[in-house]
């Protein structure tokens, strides 16, 4: 199985598993740059309702197709159909949000369960017509990609390409209206026509991964590349080509391992290496990671029992907290039999110092930013200027020369 996976990996499983696996790593790209907007503006279940909202769109369109003499299986009318019906159904969640008292997830829910369930009853009756190729036309629920054509990659290159370049240009107003939408209407843009751009984005997205990953799966690789990114910076740019990044691995790995395990469906491997990324992401990521979270914390706990114990020794007073004496141990202030060194004396007489520079700040009117910004633990001087602490000692007198 490695082997073979290597070789997919490679592009060298064969014309097919080549097609679908780019396809699928364009698609992730898109999918991620483009949900990075919908994470920010607070709307993923609105992919939902999209994604749900598409089903009658396929069953529609295989029904004109075939009426029509043509191929019902078409992908780009069975795009063009969903494309339809996901739009009116992004439409009347906006109408339904706006003309009633109704909130905006409770259009979602209504809308979502109503055009799926539409497109479910257009299903089973495509299934007992006498023309058409309807086999297989429910793998569109969670992608298909075993009779993926070369016309069917082109349109999803072409598609994801388009996509991207969308949210590039639109990058600076959908930021602005994703972070403070009153701020960007003061700022002379219509916060409406945003919304619908990004609207607008993701049904495209939706659509074009039908294919690969269906219109229910499709709503993961739109949430998760961004909320992974979320993750690793705090910069929005950064966030947008990082889901761009996890979204285009998960799709081009994803690929890779269903080209190796063929009984295995494609979609729903692209969606578990997402997934897999996401917790990688959640657990290590040094920005905002879980493990992270937990060294900041210990590291804070760490200065706090030290700073503790510095001014338990200044004050003569006995250290009964095992925590803050392995600290004072560990850095070489106090001995083992609990007596402080030369060099936790002078520190602790440093803290001591300190605390008393901190009640002269306390009342000072120039030091408000300083004491803004002090939080206990931080050395004076990194946080008063050269004059401010000057002044400080002036006004502190003889005692300043404590510790020194």
Not at 309 to 327: C, F, Y
Request: contains cysteine.
């Amino acid at each position: 199985m490695w082997t073979t996976f290597l070789d997919a990996l490679l592009l060298q499983a064969g014309y097919n598993a080549a097609l679908v696996a780019v396809g699928a790593a364009l698609l992730g790209v898109a999918a991620g740059t483009t949900g990075t907007f919908l994470v920010l503006r607070k709307r993923a279940l609105v992919s939902d309702a999209i994604a749900h909202a598409t089903l009658p769109g396929i069953g529609l369109a295989f029904i004109c197709m075939i009426a029509l003499g043509g191929d019902g299986r078409n992908l780009a009318g069975l795009m063009l159909g969903s494309a339809l019906t996901a739009a009116a159904g992004l439409l009347l969640v906006a109408w339904i949000s706006r003309a009633t008292r109704l909130s905006e997830d409770a259009a979602i829910g209504a809308v979502l369960s109503v055009f799926f369930g539409f497109g479910i009853v257009l299903l089973t009756l495509i299934q007992t017509m006498s023309s058409g190729r309807q086999a297989g036309l429910d793998g569109l629920l969670l992608g298909s990609t075993a009779g993926m054509l070369f016309q069917d990659g082109i349109i999803i290159a072409v598609g994801g390409a388009l996509a991207v370049a969308a949210v590039f240009a639109l990058r600076r107003p959908m930021t602005l209206v994703a972070f403070d939408a009153e701020f960007a209407k003061a700022s002379g843009w219509n916060v409406g026509y945003i919304d619908l751009a990004i609207m607008g984005l993701v049904l495209g997205v939706t659509v074009i991964g039908l294919k690969i990953v269906g219109l229910i799966l499709i709503v993961a690789m739109l949430i998760i590349p961004a909320v992974s990114a979320r993750f690793w910076t705090e910069r929005t740019e950064h966030v947008v080509l990082g889901a761009g990044l996890i979204g285009g691995l998960s799709g081009y790995v994803g690929a890779a391992l269903s080209a190796s395990a063929p009984a295995v469906p494609t979609g729903p491997i692209i969606v578990l290496v997402c997934a897999f990324l996401f917790v990688l992401s959640l657990l290590f990521a040094p920005i905002r990671g879980v493990l992270a979270s937990l060294l900041r914390h210990r590291r804070f706990q760490v200065r706090v029992h030290r700073r503790q114990g510095l001014l338990a020794l200044a004050h003569s007073e006995a250290i009964h907290d095992r925590m803050t004496l392995a600290v004072l141990r560990r850095d070489g202030l106090i001995r083992a039999d609990g007596v402080a060194t030369d060099i936790g004396r002078a520190q602790a007489a440093k803290a001591l110092l300190d605390e008393r520079r901190w009640e002269i700040v306390r009342q000072l009117q120039f030091a408000e930013g300083a004491k803004a910004n002090f939080d206990g633990l931080t050395p004076i001087e990194g946080v008063l200027t050269k004059d401010e602490l000057a002044e400080v000692d002036r006004r502190l007198g003889p005692l300043s020369i404590v510790g020194g």
